[in-house]
């Protein structure tokens, strides 16, 4: 397959990067610091809301290159049942109620990076923290919000050094607990299960670079997900619940940041994040309709900015708040002609 080659049914192109598909089948995505929605799948865009951008960044973002060096964008964004938005961004997480366009900071990064993932059920907020070599002299904290975003504390803190950070925090409905997704290196890698009332933490499997993971697909009796490691092969991985045991399903080409569930099909991408054992230079992404046979659906090549500076290619997928909706969308990033550019396909 080669770079460029898709089997995704395109219907529409448009700016942004993909955040969420809604339980109506809104489309959303993020343009810098301004979160646009589609209610046609794609034809027309609508402000739904944004973050206020001040001082000298949101200028030095308005140039593509720009906002890559800073990280200027909106990592994640949640919707919530009575309309409310949550969203990451580079200095904390931001909140907006239904009606309102101007998003507010409820909470603030002040150590580590900002959270990759949010996670939410009901009115309730959850993340965890993330960030770099400083994490691992300090408790790792999980933080909730039981306010629909507007107010955070401290959840269930990890002791120092027992992990790196926190990739995501993922609801099972099947179990009615969380799956605490943990890296990166040694025994810090982790899944584990923790209660809704945060008091019991489980490890499932750990201390292997197969139990790193960023994003799952949650199954009734397993999860399954795309390894994140630059440290050796990666695979999709199932496993199996009771067990904890890892089993590679299939090999992909690169570590693994994404997975969603669109219409009956579960997809995974890889991005290209350089090392010894990853050396395509394409993001691809990967769709199964039975958990079991992956086939690429899309590869796109890497660009020619640095990785490590202007971030690693990658597809991103949104959270998608339903099954069985009918379109679907992927974002890129970093990626030759399709870095912050929407397709949106029939599922």
């Known amino acids: 397959m080669t770079e460029g080659d898709t089997h995704l049914s395109y219907c529409r192109h448009a700016r942004g990067r993909a955040l969420l598909i809604s339980e109506r089948g809104s489309l959303y995505v993020a343009r810098g610091y301004t979160i646009e929605r589609s209610d046609d799948f794609g034809a027309t865009w609508n402000l739904d809301c944004e973050i206020p951008a001040r001082g000298w960044k949101p200028w030095v973002a308005r140039v593509s290159i720009g906002a890559r060096l800073l990280r200027f964008n909106i990592q994640s964004m949640r919707l919530l049942q009575d309309g409310t938005r949550v969203a990451v961004a580079r200095d904390g997480v931001y909140v907006a109620r239904q009606g309102e366009t101007e ?17 939410v059920e009901g009115n309730r907020v959850v993340f965890g923290e993330y960030g770099g070599a400083e994490m691992d002299s300090v408790e790792v904290k999980i933080y909730c919000s039981e306010d629909g975003g507007e107010h955070f504390e401290q959840a269930y803190a990890f002791p120092r050094g027992d992990i790196h950070h926190l990739h995501n925090v993922v609801v099972d409905r099947h179990e009615d607990h969380y799956w605490v997704l943990a890296g990166d290196h040694g025994r810090t890698p982790g899944i584990a299960a923790l209660s809704k009332d945060f008091r019991t933490l489980e490890w499932v499997a750990r201390g292997s670079q197969m139990a790193r993971a960023v994003a799952v697909l949650v199954r009734r009796d397993y999860l399954i997900y795309g390894s994140d490691t630059e440290l ?20 992909i080409d690169g570590s693994s940041l994404y997975a969603a569930d669109i219409g009956a099909t579960g997809f995974i991408s890889s991005c290209v994040e350089p090392s010894a054992v990853n050396k395509v230079r394409a993001a691809r992404l990967y769709g199964s309709t039975d958990d079991e046979t992956w086939t690429p659906r899309c590869s796109l090549a890497k660009d020619r900015w640095h990785s490590v500076l202007f971030q690693y290619g990658l597809i991103v997928l949104p959270y998608v708040g339903a099954a069985g909706v009918s379109h679907g969308m992927i974002s890129g990033q970093a990626l030759a002609d399709h870095h912050d550019r929407v397709s949106i396909f029939r599922a």
């Open 103 to 119: 998003m507010r900071r409820s909470w603030q990064v002040l150590r580590g990076s900002r959270p990759i993932n949010l996670s």
């Open 232 to 251: 050796e092969p990666n695979y999709i991985i199932r496993l199996e619940k009771k067990t904890g045991r890892c089993e590679r399903v299939a090999p």
